[in-house]
């Protein structure tokens, strides 16, 4: 695997000044531009590596075993960087629980999804075009499993979410945890992207859902990968990357790949209390240039050769729509 702190170097000696651009609009919302096509100060969704639209959705389900940990933080500038590419990306907020992909982008959905598993709105009405270049599904707090559904709202549910497939990257961030929805979820993914940190706790709990994946899954192929956040060095992410990797491959014989790291980076916290992306806060700090590197990697990597979103819902719900 490339060096991932000289890609880092590489990148800003390519993309020089370039970049998300941290502004404001005359209503006084935050605004980000984006390289490439741009219209209405959006992406025109016909930049460099956009796909035709008879293509296939890319799937790719966050999630890790603890909470806490920054899944949700790199959900979204993971979507962002891609938006950079003349994407079209949606982010679906799959905490069923406790859904906050809208704080962090200081978005306050009037709707969610909720009222469309209740059939009271559809997918269209809840599905919030930010100022980002992205879209967000907002998740349903309080409804907690899908399976309570029964076949009607199953249904329903499966024909809403259909509508998604439009995207070229639909980014879901699962709750932390293992619980039947983000299993089912991580099944249904073309990318399932596990982010851990090298605190022990962490390491621990990311490992429990590997292993849940090794056990209950036949598929020897699930697209696992593997995010470390919050590192102080190159060294510490990649002893804790190389641990995972090796146990996952000698006691559960299930392959791992390690996409990258992220810096333990102050604008990152300083973006979470401002509500705003640290990748547009600072596209030059550590962690957003990681995120590129991430990016970067996940668009040159294979990833599961699903079927698209149809198949995604077959998978997810164990029927044919």
């Known amino acids: 695997m490339e060096d991932q702190a000289e890609r880092l170097r590489e990148i800003v000696r390519q993309r020089g000044p370039a970049g998300f651009v941290g502004g404001v609009t005359p209503s006084g919302g935050p605004f980000a531009a984006v390289t490439g096509p741009v219209e209405n100060g959006k992406p025109a969704g016909t930049g460099r590596n956009h796909r035709s639209r008879e293509g296939k959705a890319r799937i790719i389900t966050i999630t890790s075993g603890k909470g806490g940990v ?21 982010v679906m907020d799959a905490d069923l629980g406790l859904a906050n992909v809208n704080v962090i982008l200081d978005v306050i959905p009037k709707y969610n999804l909720y009222h469309v598993i209740r059939k009271q709105k559809t997918m ?49 961030d699962t709750s932390a945890g293992v619980s039947s929805n983000v299993m089912d979820f991580i099944a249904a993914a073309d990318d399932a992207v596990i982010v851990t940190t090298p605190e022990p706790t962490a390491i621990t709990d990311a490992y429990g859902i590997i292993k849940i994946i090794a056990t209950e899954y036949e598929t020897p192929n699930m697209g696992l990968k593997l995010v470390v956040n919050r590192v102080k060095s190159v060294a510490e992410a990649k ?83």
Do not use: W
């Not at 962002?80 to 990306?89: I, M």
């Open 70 to 90: 920054g899944k949700t933080n790199l959900s979204v500038n993971l979507a962002l960087a891609y938006a950079r590419l003349g994407k079209k990306v949606v």
């Open 124 to 172: 269209r009405d809840i599905l919030v075009e930010t100022d980002y270049g992205i879209s967000i599904v907002p998740g349903a707090s309080g409804f907690s499993q899908i399976a309570n559904m029964n076949d009607d709202e199953r249904q329903n549910f499966i024909n809403e979410l259909e509508t998604l497939s439009v995207a070229d990257i639909i980014i879901i």
């Open 239 to 321: 002893k804790v990357a190389d641990r995972m990797i090796n146990i996952a491959g000698q006691f559960l014989n299930l392959k791992v790949d390690y996409l990258g790291f992220v810096y333990d980076d102050v604008m990152v916290s300083n973006a979470v209390l401002r509500q705003r992306p640290f990748m547009v806060i600072d596209p030059k700090c550590k962690a957003s240039l990681c995120v590129q590197h991430i990016v970067d990697r996940m668009e040159k990597s294979d990833h599961r050769a699903s079927g698209g979103f149809g198949a995604m819902l077959n998978r997810l719900f164990g029927k044919k729509n």
